[in-house]
């Protein structure tokens, strides 16, 4: 099974995070209002036509938005999961640009694109590479940046971009609300 992981460290909210668990997702980077996590597509992530179910896409990014919503530790004064307050989801749209298969291995780039008091917004982009394609592990773009995809089995022009094709765009609205 996937870690859970950044140096042997379990950010809080994947703890208890089953879901996540069950779909094997690593976490490669996390930063202030940024996360890159990875899967690979199983069978049971299938829908019908044998292509990555949509949901199974949308749980993923949906992993890649709370964690970058939600601070591994709050600084003393600030909001997070440490200060009895955590950043849930108040919207989310998804649009799906190309299919992914069994097999590949998806990464999932969550930034922040602003914030205003209680509430946020994130982009994730979600890019699909075949095993092996691009080398390495990919690395997180930096937060302002819009990744652009590369062309499956090569390595990316620039070392910030995930290997692979751009295969889904996430946009959600976060708002910080007290753990109850």
């Known amino acids: 099974m996937a870690e859970l ?5 379990t950010h809080p909210i994947l703890k208890d995070d089953y879901a996540s668990e069950w779909m094997g997702i690593e976490v490669l980077a996390l930063d202030d209002g940024h996360a890159t996590i990875r899967m690979r597509l199983r069978q049971e992530m299938l829908n019908g036509f044998g292509m990555a179910h949509g949901g199974m896409i949308f749980a993923f990014g949906d992993t890649a938005f709370a964690l970058a919503c939600n601070p591994a530790s ?13 950043t849930v989801a108040s919207g ?4 799906f ?22 509430s946020g917004l994130y982009d ?21 940046s819009v990744p652009t995809a590369t062309v499956p089995g090569e390595l ?14 996430f946009r959600g609205r976060s708002r910080t609300i007290s753990k109850k």
Do not use: C, H, M, W
């Open 5 to 9: 992981t950044i140096s042997g460290d």
């Open 97 to 118: 640009l190309k299919p992914a298969f069994r097999g590949q291995v998806l990464t999932a780039v969550a930034n922040r694109r602003a914030s205003t008091g209680r």
């Open 92 to 95: 989310v749209d998804i649009n």
């Open 74 to 86: 709050a600084k003393p004064g600030e909001a997070g999961i440490d200060s009895g307050t955590i």
């Open 156 to 169: 990316p022009a620039d070392p910030a971009t995930p290997a692979g094709e751009l295969i889904a765009e």
């Open 124 to 144: 994730v982009q979600i890019y699909a590479a075949d095993p092996g394609a691009g080398a390495g592990t990919p690395q997180p773009a930096p937060a302002g």
